[in-house]
């Protein structure tokens, strides 16, 4: 159990058990792990382990409402590079694309992005397999986000909505952490009004992206390193394309490769790099026209492309339909 396999489990948590007047090396002897675990740098456990360390400070705590108490004591200098991260983000939608790229670094869990005239909607599922999570884990993700964004704008965001798999037990605190009343359904989610998603980070700083950055693609390779290269393309492409950032260089430089290697081993997967943009495209278009009210130049914007009329053409060639008929046909559907 040892180099980059597996979830960080840092120093950070120190800090945050003792505030939570709780001893690290009793949670970590409890939850059977190495007692010097956090004693060592840049140290990783498995999902079973990450779940039986969450399990026993929860169980440790002895207070149903622990992870609003870790969440309200969470503070900048306790941040992961991945977190701070995002800390560092514009704005909230894209530290949430930030995080949803980086999550598997620091949880054993999978988030999704959904950002439109409607709003942001994050959506997050544990990896499947795994031991079941505690209500500890989906009570500091739902409200995490939270946090994030009021510390990013110093502002008292909210959410429009909150759900989890399971209800707290002491789902007043919760509630009254978030401010919205939370629902139980079949995943974890929460949503944001499109006015709090581009509400501007005070805390943005480009500089400080610019360090963490290459680090942080390092550590999701080596952590993916099972992945294909067609699949960590299309995950880079999800990140980069509102941007219009969907060169084979550009992309290959985040993932630490030539563009010449990316392209071999595309191939060798029986792809190639223009395929895998294709795809990553249509699929998007077909969320976007299924799942939002964008605008079809809208989504143009958001899949890349400098004038709608391309779009127009492209998904044409695509489906052999126009934008608008594929929404129309969704809908129905």
Same mark, same amino acid.
């Given at each position: 159990m040892a180099g980059n396999y597996g979830y960080a489990v840092d120093q950070g948590w120190k800090g945050m058990l003792a505030e939570l007047g709780l001893r690290h090396d009793v949670v970590l002897r409890s939850a059977g792990l190495p007692e010097d675990l956090l004693n060592r740098p840049d140290m990783r456990v498995r999902p079973d382990q990450f779940v039986r360390f969450c399990t026993a400070v929860e169980e440790l705590a002895g207070d149903p409402a622990v992870a609003v108490r870790i969440v309200d004591l969470m503070s900048a200098e306790w941040f992961s590079p991945p977190l701070f991260a995002a800390l560092c983000s514009p704005d909230l939608t894209v /530290? /949430?694309?930030r995080l949803a790229c980086f999550k598997p670094l620091i949880a !054993? &869990? #999978? &988030?999704?992005?959904d950002a439109g005239s409607d709003g942001l909607v994050l959506t997050y599922r544990w990896l499947e397999g795994m031991l079941a999570p505690p209500?500890?884990?989906h009570g500091v993700e739902a409200l995490f986000v939270v946090k994030l964004a009021r510390m990013g704008t110093r502002h008292h965001v909210c959410p429009v909505s909150m759900t989890v798999p399971v209800l707290p037990d002491a789902v007043e605190a919760f509630e009254a952490f978030a401010g919205v009343s939370m629902t139980q359904g079949d995943t974890l989610s929460v949503s944001f009004s499109d006015a709090d998603a581009q509400r501007p980070f005070l805390t943005a700083n480009n500089a400080m992206w610019d360090i963490f950055e290459p680090e942080l693609r390092r550590? &999701? /390779?080596d952590l993916q390193g099972? /992945?294909?290269f067609q699949e960590r393309t299309r995950a880079v492409l999800l990140e980069a394309m509102p941007s219009g950032q969907v060169s084979v260089e550009g992309v290959a430089k985040r993932l630490a490769v030539s563009a010449r290697t990316l392209q071999r081993r &595309?191939?060798?997967e029986g792809t190639?790099? #223009?395929?895998v943009v294709r795809s990553t495209r249509e699929s998007l278009a077909r969320h976007y026209l299924g799942r939002t009210r964008l605008t079809a130049s809208e989504i143009a914007y958001l899949l890349g492309f400098?004038? !709608?009329s391309s779009f127009f053409r492209a998904f044409h060639d695509w489906t052999g339909k126009t934008p608008e008929t594929v929404r129309q046909a969704l809908a129905q559907r």
């Amino acid at each position: 159990m040892a180099g980059n396999y597996g979830y960080a489990v840092d120093q950070g948590w120190k800090g945050m058990l003792a505030e939570l007047g709780l001893r690290h090396d009793v949670v970590l002897r409890s939850a059977g792990l190495p007692e010097d675990l956090l004693n060592r740098p840049d140290m990783r456990v498995r999902p079973d382990q990450f779940v039986r360390f969450c399990t026993a400070v929860e169980e440790l705590a002895g207070d149903p409402a622990v992870a609003v108490r870790i969440v309200d004591l969470m503070s900048a200098e306790w941040f992961s590079p991945p977190l701070f991260a995002a800390l560092c983000s514009p704005d909230l939608t894209v /530290a /949430a694309g930030r995080l949803a790229c980086f999550k598997p670094l620091i949880a !054993p &869990l #999978k &988030l999704q992005v959904d950002a439109g005239s409607d709003g942001l909607v994050l959506t997050y599922r544990w990896l499947e397999g795994m031991l079941a999570p505690p209500a500890l884990m989906h009570g500091v993700e739902a409200l995490f986000v939270v946090k994030l964004a009021r510390m990013g704008t110093r502002h008292h965001v909210c959410p429009v909505s909150m759900t989890v798999p399971v209800l707290p037990d002491a789902v007043e605190a919760f509630e009254a952490f978030a401010g919205v009343s939370m629902t139980q359904g079949d995943t974890l989610s929460v949503s944001f009004s499109d006015a709090d998603a581009q509400r501007p980070f005070l805390t943005a700083n480009n500089a400080m992206w610019d360090i963490f950055e290459p680090e942080l693609r390092r550590r &999701l /390779a080596d952590l993916q390193g099972s /992945a294909t290269f067609q699949e960590r393309t299309r995950a880079v492409l999800l990140e980069a394309m509102p941007s219009g950032q969907v060169s084979v260089e550009g992309v290959a430089k985040r993932l630490a490769v030539s563009a010449r290697t990316l392209q071999r081993r &595309l191939r060798e997967e029986g792809t190639s790099f #223009k395929e895998v943009v294709r795809s990553t495209r249509e699929s998007l278009a077909r969320h976007y026209l299924g799942r939002t009210r964008l605008t079809a130049s809208e989504i143009a914007y958001l899949l890349g492309f400098e004038e !709608p009329s391309s779009f127009f053409r492209a998904f044409h060639d695509w489906t052999g339909k126009t934008p608008e008929t594929v929404r129309q046909a969704l809908a129905q559907r």
